[in-house]
C-alpha cells in the first residue's frame, strides 16, 4: 500500500516537473517563432517558392495580401528546414502543418460553434417567417461581419459596384422624395 501511494507521488510529481519544462520551452520557442516570422522577406520567399503573391509598394504588408499564399510551403521552408532538430522552435510548426485545414484555418468546433451563435442572433422569436436560403445568407453575413468591415476599411476599391448601378441608402432616398 505505501509503495502504492509513493509511486503515485513520484508520478504526480515527475508530471509537474515535465509540465514545468515544456511552459519554459514553450515560451523560448514562441519567441523565436515570432521573431523568426517577423524576418520574412516576402517579396523573395514569394519568388523562391513560386507563391505568386501582389506585394503591394506603397505600404506594409497586411495580412490580407498573404491570404493565397501557401502558408504550408512557407512553414515548411522558414521553420521546419530551419530547424530541423526541433530545438528552436519546438512543435509549433509541425502543429500548424499537420492537416490541411489546420493552417489559418477555424478548427471544426469553433466553425460549428461561430455558426449556431450567429444563427441564435438570427433566427429569434421575432423573425421566424423568414425561409431557410433567408436564414442560411444572413448567417453567413453575420459570420463574416468582422472579415467584411476589414475590408470596407482597408480595401475599399475590392467590391466595386458589380452591376454598374448604385445602391442608396435610406437617407438619399429619401433627401430625393423631398425635393420632388
Not at 19 to 46: G, H, P, R, T, Y
Amino acid at each position: 500500500m505505501r509503495t502504492s501511494c509513493h509511486s503515485q507521488e513520484a508520478a504526480a510529481l515527475a508530471l509537474a516537473e515535465l509540465e514545468a519544462k515544456l511552459k519554459k520551452d514553450f515560451k523560448v520557442q514562441i519567441k523565436n517563432f515570432c521573431m523568426q516570422a517577423a524576418k520574412i522577406d516576402w517579396s523573395s520567399l514569394s519568388a523562391e517558392l513560386n507563391l505568386g503573391l501582389k506585394l503591394p509598394a506603397d505600404r506594409a504588408i497586411e495580412p490580407m495580401d498573404l491570404w493565397d499564399a501557401d502558408m504550408g510551403k512557407v512553414l515548411k521552408q522558414v521553420f521546419i528546414d530551419a530547424d530541423p532538430t526541433g530545438t528552436a522552435f519546438g512543435p509549433l510548426p509541425q502543429m500548424a502543418t499537420t492537416s490541411r485545414g489546420s493552417i489559418g484555418a477555424f478548427l471544426a468546433a469553433s466553425f460549428c460553434e461561430s455558426i449556431n451563435s450567429a444563427a441564435n442572433q438570427v433566427v429569434t422569436k421575432g423573425s421566424t417567417l423568414l425561409s431557410d436560403a433567408e436564414v442560411n445568407m444572413l448567417v453567413v453575413l453575420r459570420v463574416n461581419r468582422r472579415f467584411m468591415a476589414y475590408m470596407r476599411e482597408h480595401h475599399p476599391e475590392v467590391p466595386q459596384q458589380q452591376f454598374q448601378k448604385t445602391v442608396l441608402c435610406l437617407a438619399e432616398i429619401k433627401d430625393d422624395g423631398d425635393s420632388a
